[in-house]
Structures are given as C-alpha cells and as structure tokens.
C-alpha cells in the first residue's frame, strides 16, 4: 500500500458527461501528480500540483482540468468525455527535493461508453 | 526533449532462470533520474528504484539488481532467480532535476514467469 488513495475505482459513462476523480496524497506529500495510461499512449504526465498551486502541465486536454485543495487532496475533471478517454488515471504524490520518488495510487479506470 | 525506450516489449521466461530488462533513455540535462516501476496485474505502480545521473554504482536489492551506464544511456534491471510472482509490466522512466518533476515512461516491458 502507497499511501496515496484514489476513488472510485471504476467509472462508467456515456460520451459527452463529466466525471471527478478524487486523490489523497500520502500523509505529508505536498506534490501531487495526474497520469493517464492508455494502450495507445502509454503512461502520460498529464498534471502537476504543489501546496494547492499548479506547477507543470503536460499532455492535457482542454476539457480536463484539476485543483488541489487546502487539505492536500486532488481532484481531477474530465468533461464531454470521448471514448478515446477511456483510460486507467492514476495520482501519485511526493514530497518536493531530491527528486523523491513519485508514489502512485491504485488508478482509477474510466470507462466513456 | 525526454524519451525513454524500452525495447522488449514482451519476455517470457521459465522460473528461476535470470532476466535483463533494457531501458535506454535520451536526456539532456546534466542532472536527472531514473526510476523502474513495477506494475502487476492488480494494476498499481510500484516504485522500485530511484538513481540520479551523478551515481553510477550498480545496486543490489534481493534477487534485483541495476546497472546504470551513463556512457550508453542505459539502465537496466536484472532479476535473478525468477519467480512467478515477478510477472508483471515494468518500465522504465525519466526525470528532469529542474523544472517539473513529470515522469516519463517508457512503454514498458511486460514480464512472463512460467512455472
């Protein structure tokens, strides 16, 4: 267990709707990380928060977007969801320095039907 | 620009005979890091490692081991002894030192154990 939790687990939807994905970092990580990994595109870097501000964007889509909150959790939002958003979304966090390693959650599987 | 690759995209071994795992990277910060992780069928990722450019001693954990060459941008991942309980996806990724501290994955090398 990574410390890190994620909900829900699974998700199924129709094209066109919006979902929230739901992370808590390990106790005492102030980064938190969004990554997508699809069969197409692998695992991808999607967003980084740090204290509640965004410090790096990647691969990610207009009609996704995340927060952090005062008490560390994350959320990420996915809107007018397209099949090709199907996709196993993971969170990860970790402290800031030193490069520490990034501890992943168990994922949350989106599937946009 | 970051890129990892993992050419072997799919290994089968029978248990307990030895398995490299090849990751080779392309960076170019002076400083960075790599990571493997491990991702079994259960579907998390679990970190395994982590080594910045500036160490280039191979390490040892159990029946794992790493070899970091900097010269080949290489870091490859040995397991010794397998067993079926390593079967699983790993891969290899790469972080800057400034800036974000994204990862980037390679597309990672899934792992056959047969009994």
């Known amino acids: 267990d990574s410390g890190v939790t994620q909900t829900p687990k699974h998700l199924i939807t129709a094209t066109g709707q919006r979902v929230t994905l739901r992370c808590s970092p390990r106790?005492?990580?102030?980064?938190v990380y969004w990554y997508q990994q699809s069969l197409d595109q692998g695992l991808q870097f999607l967003i980084q928060?740090?204290?509640?501000?965004?410090?790096a964007k990647g691969n990610i889509l207009e009609r996704f977007s995340a927060q952090q909150f005062p008490d560390l959790h994350s959320e990420l939002n996915l809107s007018s969801l397209e099949l090709g958003d199907s996709a196993l979304y993971f969170c990860?966090?970790?402290?800031?320095?030193?490069?520490?390693?990034?501890?992943f959650g168990p994922g949350t599987r989106l599937t946009v039907l | 620009a970051q890129k990892v690759t993992q050419a072997q995209t799919e290994i089968s071994v029978v248990e307990k005979e030895d398995v490299t795992l090849d990751c080779v990277y392309e960076?170019?910060?002076?400083?960075?890091?790599l990571f493997w992780y491990k991702q079994p069928p259960s579907g998390e990722l679990v970190f395994l490692i982590r080594?910045?450019?500036?160490?280039?001693q191979n390490e040892i954990s159990g029946r794992y081991s790493w070899n970091f060459q900097k010269s080949t941008s290489s870091f490859n991942f040995t397991i010794t002894a397998s067993q079926v309980v390593d079967s699983a996806v790993y891969f290899c990724?790469?972080?800057?030192?400034?800036?974000?501290?994204?990862?980037?994955f390679g597309q990672g090398t899934r792992l056959t154990i047969n009994p």
């Open positions: 990724a790469l972080s800057g030192f400034q800036g974000a501290q994204k990862l980037v």
């Open positions: 106790s005492g990580d102030l980064s």
């Open positions: 928060y740090y204290n509640g501000e965004e410090r």
């Open positions: 080594r910045n450019s500036f160490d280039e």
């Open positions: 990860a966090s970790s402290v800031i320095g030193e490069l520490a390693p990034q501890y």
């Open positions: 960076t170019r910060d002076t400083t960075y890091y």
